[in-house]
């Protein structure tokens, strides 16, 4: 596996990329369906202060983030066991394309820091552009930690979730190296606030 645990988690997650396809538009309605941690960002975005205004065009990145998938094969995507690196090559690809993807549609372009940047990492190791700190835009930063911890916290193919504390656990050992520290902070807080549970509650009901 490559990179710490819960960045691979992310990335390989197929979920998204099983419920899109070319056959089912228009694309808005087509991420509605698909279980992305979108609630989760838009806690944390609210948490860190993000003006209401700008909260729908962060949801609709939520959402899109990983549209890029769809041009990544399923046996890829729903590999059990460890990838080759050209395998891996071929997932990091994801970003550029799903900003390919919202580059030819012009009410969604605000919504590409999110696809482009939310495999960055904080340290600057991740991709597509390897920027780092407060050089990567901060919705990026915060999928990505909805993102991972969405990931740890459901079912996979070839293996079970983590428990929450599990996955807290997670990204607090990779603040300040795969995640924003503050973004870290603002997540446990709602994990403390008793927020969060009540989301994945709901969510499941
Ligand atoms: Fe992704």
């Known amino acids: 596996m490559v990179g710490t645990r819960a960045l691979a988690e992310a990335e390989r997650d197929p979920s998204s990329r099983s419920a899109i396809s070319p056959k089912n538009s228009p694309l808005l309605c087509t ?22 205004e700008d909260l729908f065009i962060i949801e609709i990145g939520a959402l899109l983030h990983d549209v890029g998938k769809i041009g990544v094969p399923d046996a890829i995507l729903h590999k059990p066991g460890p990838l080759v ?11 550029q394309k799903g900003k390919k993807i919202l ?22 190791k991740g991709y597509p ?8 835009p901060l919705p990026g930063r915060i999928i990505s930690v909805a993102d ?13 979730r983590m428990s929450i504390e ?21 997540f446990v807080k709602i994990w403390k606030s008793g ?9 499941e009901g």
Do not use: W
Request: one cysteine or more; charged letters at 25%.
């Open 129 to 136: 552009e390897k920027i780092s700190g407060t050089d990567i």
């Open 195 to 203: 927020d969060l549970l009540q989301l994945m509650t709901s969510k």
């Open 148 to 160: 991972a911890f969405d990931a740890m916290t459901s079912d996979r193919p070839y293996r079970i």
């Open 85 to 95: 690196v050209e395998e891996y090559q071929q997932i990091q690809e994801h970003p």
């Open 31 to 52: 991420a509605k369906t698909i279980s992305f941690p979108s609630s989760n960002f838009l806690v944390i975005a609210k948490k860190m202060g993000i003006e209401e």
């Open 103 to 124: 580059n030819n549609i012009t009410y969604l372009a605000q919504a590409i820091p999110c696809v482009l940047h939310h495999h960055e990492r904080f340290d600057g």
């Open 166 to 186: 599990q996955a807290i656990g997670e990204l607090n050992k990779n603040s300040g190296k795969q995640f924003d520290p503050k973004v870290v902070d603002a």
